[in-house]
Structure formats: C-alpha cells, structure tokens
C-alpha cells in the first residue's frame, strides 16, 4: 500500500470552490474499483448497499463489520490509488464512542480505507470530532438515512416542510462544524440540494438531492442495470447489463445443450 495519501480531503473543498464537480460511485469489489478508478472517478464508496445489491439482504441493517471489511479489502486491491470510503455499518458506531473509534480504526488499518461515512445530522458530533481528533477523515451523510428503516418505515424524500427543512440545515452546518470533509445529502428537494451546498464550505454530494450539489454519488449497480429490485428516481441506467448477464447466459446454456459449445477453438488436440 501506498503511504501518501494520492488526494488529501482538502483538495475536495478546493474543487468546490473551483466550482468543479466531485464525481463518486459505489464500488463492492476489485473489479467494479479497477473499472471506477480507470474512468477516473474522484471517489469510491464502499457502500453498505453491498448488502442488498450483492450480499442479497432486503436491506442495509444486516451488513456486519467483517463484511464491510472484507469488501473493502477486495477494493483497495482493485484500486490502489484511489480515495476510498468506507461506509460504516448498522450498529458499528452508534453502540459507544469506543466501538465506534474501534471499528472507524479497523477499517483504516485492516482494510485500508483513506476515510468513513456514517449516517446522521448534530447528533453525531461529539463522534465525528474524536474521530477527525485521532486522525480519520468522515464524511457526513444527511437527508434519507436508509439505517434508519425501521422507525421511518420507508425510503422517503426528506426536506419537505420548512421545519425538515431547517433541521437538515441545521444538520449540514453542524456536520461541517465537527469537521466532516464533505456531507452526502441523500433524497431532498433539488432547491434544497442548493441552499445546502451554498450554506457549507465543505463539499455535498447529492444522491437524490438535485444538480446544484457539488458533486454526485450513485450506486454501480444502479448505474449499470445490474440491481433490478427496483429502480430509484434518483438514478439513471447508463447500461443494461442485467439484461445482458441474462441473454449472454441464456446463449450460453443454448449452446451447450445444441452441442454447438464447446466448438473447435475450445477444444484441445
Ligand atoms: N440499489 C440501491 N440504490 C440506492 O440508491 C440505495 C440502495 N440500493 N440501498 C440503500 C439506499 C436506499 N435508497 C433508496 C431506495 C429507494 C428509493 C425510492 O424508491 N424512492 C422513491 C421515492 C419515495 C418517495 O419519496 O415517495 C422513488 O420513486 O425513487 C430511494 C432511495 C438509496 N440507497
Ligand atoms: C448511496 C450511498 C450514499 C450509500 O450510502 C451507499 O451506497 O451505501
Ligand atoms: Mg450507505
């Protein structure tokens, strides 16, 4: 591993004064990191949406630790030199200041990760300050909590009414006050996106929340067509390769039942 970090947080909050814009993607394992970095993608999200685009829960809840890491060891391996985040698991930092610093640790050291992301407004600050303290970059994510499932009841659009609207800004100011880098805002009016990108020195990165973000975040599988569950507003297909992975293997199968596979070329003399 490489031990100079190839792009320091500062330089995100420099792109945004320079009024360029942050591109990130979600990445769960070496190949989909390896084809992200070489399209030159900024940044690298080790999502915990692993756990319902590639691990096959119904939601992110169930992903543990060792999963995450795991992943974000196949990753680092895929991707070297790229900034890679890792989203920090359901229950990994809401147990104890300690567990959290523990598990933030881990997946710098064992899975060499450049920074976290956790989910959640002003409550999280006295965390993200120790954090930021012991030497770990976070990244704030506001707006749509999808760790929090179980008391909101569904993937709902956040920001609506003035007061929920107040309260992410208040929110965004906070995060950014503890010391986040950069802050995902998830699932909100795309006016609100704006107000909140103007509001912060430091960086958002819209999922959901409109063009005037500094920068974007979409989940790979999404973007390619591979995650067909269903399909969020917020995303569009570049690719259709759920189909693709079907008709190839339908081929596939065709093929080796007419006895026109393996041909020739496959075979040995
Ligand atoms: N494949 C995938 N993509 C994601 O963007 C994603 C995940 N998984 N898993 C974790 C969270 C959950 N997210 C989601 C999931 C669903 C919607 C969704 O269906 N939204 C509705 C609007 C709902 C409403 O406000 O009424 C939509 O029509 O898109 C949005 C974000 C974003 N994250
Ligand atoms: C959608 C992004 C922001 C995320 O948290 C994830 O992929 O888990
Ligand atoms: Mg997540």
């Not at 809840?61 to 030199?81: C, K, N």
């Not at 147990?95 to 064992?110: D, F, H, T, Y």
């Amino acid at each position: 591993m490489s031990n100079k970090t190839k792009v320091n947080v500062s330089a995100y909050r420099k792109r945004k004064e320079a009024g360029e814009k942050i591109v990130m993607i979600t990445a769960y394992d070496a190949p989909g990191a390896a084809a992200a970095f070489a399209a030159g993608i900024d940044m690298l999200l080790v999502g915990d949406s692993m756990a319902m685009t590639v691990l096959g829960y119904r939601n992110t809840l169930p992903l543990s630790m060792d999963e995450a890491i795991f992943h974000t060891q196949a990753v680092r391996r895929g991707a070297p030199d790229a900034f890679v985040i890792f989203d920090m698991p359901f229950m990994s930092y809401q147990v104890s200041m300690e567990e959290a610093l523990r598990n933030a640790g881990r997946a710098i050291k064992e899975a060499g990760a450049d920074a976290v992301k956790l989910e959640g407004g002003a409550e999280l600050n006295p965390l993200i300050s120790r954090l930021v303290d012991a030497g770990i970059p976070v990244m704030a994510h506001i707006g749509l909590l999808p760790q929090r499932i179980q008391t909101s009841g569904t993937y709902r659009v956040t920001g609506r009414t003035p007061e929920a609207a107040a309260k992410l800004l208040d929110d965004a100011r906070a995060v950014e006050a503890a010391g986040a880098f950069a802050v995902v805002l998830e699932c909100m009016p795309a006016d609100l996106g704006g107000e909140l990108s103007r509001a912060l020195a430091i960086p958002t990165i819209g999922i959901g929340s409109g063009v005037q973000c500094d920068g974007q975040i979409q989940v790979l599988n999404d973007v390619l067509g591979l995650f067909e569950d269903f399909t969020p507003k917020h995303s569009r297909r570049y690719a259709e390769l759920g189909r693709i992975t079907r008709e190839a293997l339908q081929s596939y199968a065709n093929d080796v039942r007419n006895g026109s596979f393996p041909g020739p070329e496959n075979s040995f003399q």
